[in-house]
């Protein structure tokens, strides 16, 4: 009797690859065409918090 060798290394290859393509699809159309315009006192705003008010009176 004559066991027939398996190969896991072609099985890995294979589940590899096809995580990969569809983790590609995946990133393809839920980020790939959002593109949100940068503006540099928006981001300030949104890391620093909103500019107060500057009271300049005693």
Do not use: C, R
């Amino acid at each position: 009797m004559k066991l027939k060798k398996s190969s896991y290394g072609w099985e890995i290859s294979i589940a590899l690859l096809t995580k990969f393509l569809l983790l590609g699809v995946v990133w393809w159309m839920f980020f790939a065409g959002h593109k949100q315009p940068i503006d540099s006192t928006i981001i300030g705003d949104k890391l620093l918090g909103e500019h107060p008010a500057i009271n300049t009176t005693k």
